[in-house]
């Protein structure tokens, strides 16, 4: 299309269009960012989940571990971090763990101060690995956030799920 021969309120309306063009590009971004994230569970779903890998494991043999992190007077520390803070550390962590397993792995918000990983055919030695590796990873995102406005401990479990009945009691 020719802009030369555009009156100028024609041409003033295409370059709107242009920006609202651009603004939508932006938006359809940033949704497509907050989807890959979204692949954080919430506790029943994983429960369910995680219910479905052991049942698989149990049946064709395999060896799944689980990896529970708390983070301990997050939630207490709310009012004093401010929500924003609060929420961009939540989101935080959530791009953390998810970038840190793999695309088969589990990933689970356990509780307000808790999110869980169940690493799908994963021994326990190299369970324990990943899982010094997220909290490295977690501690190294989360200390500019915090600027020493609140102090939350981290901590985490690791452990083998070798049963249904196992589930309800570590998740």
């Known amino acids: 299309m020719k802009l030369d021969n555009l009156s100028p309120e024609q041409l003033q309306q295409w370059?709107?269009?242009?920006f609202e063009n651009q603004v939508l590009r932006e938006k359809v971004?940033?949704?497509?960012?907050?989807?890959?994230?979204?692949?954080?569970?919430?506790?029943p779903e994983f429960v369910r989940e995680i219910a479905r890998m052991v049942a698989h494991d149990e049946r064709y043999g395999g060896t799944s571990?689980?990896?529970?992190?708390?983070?301990?007077?997050?939630?207490e520390h709310k009012p004093k971090l401010g929500t924003a803070t609060y929420d961009r550390i939540?989101?935080?962590?959530?791009?953390?763990?998810?970038?840190?397993v793999r695309a088969c792995d589990i990933v689970g918000?356990?509780?307000?101060?808790d999110f869980a990983v169940m690493l799908t055919r994963c021994k326990l030695p190299d369970a324990e690995k990943k899982a010094e590796s997220l909290v490295g990873h977690l501690k190294e995102k989360l200390n500019p956030l915090l600027d020493g406005k609140a102090a939350i401990a981290l901590t985490y479990m690791v452990s083998i799920l070798n049963s249904r009945d196992a589930i309800k009691k570590d998740a």
């Not at 571990?65 to 939630?75: A, C, I, K």
């Not at 989101?91 to 840190?100: D, L, P």
Request: aromatic content about 2%.
């Open 29 to 43: 971004q940033a949704l497509e960012a907050a989807a890959s994230t979204s692949t954080i569970l919430t506790r």
């Open 90 to 100: 939540i989101q935080t962590i959530a791009e953390c763990v998810v970038s840190g």
């Open 65 to 75: 571990s689980l990896v529970v992190l708390s983070f301990d007077g997050l939630l």
């Open 15 to 18: 370059q709107k269009l242009l």
């Open 109 to 113: 918000r356990t509780g307000s101060n």
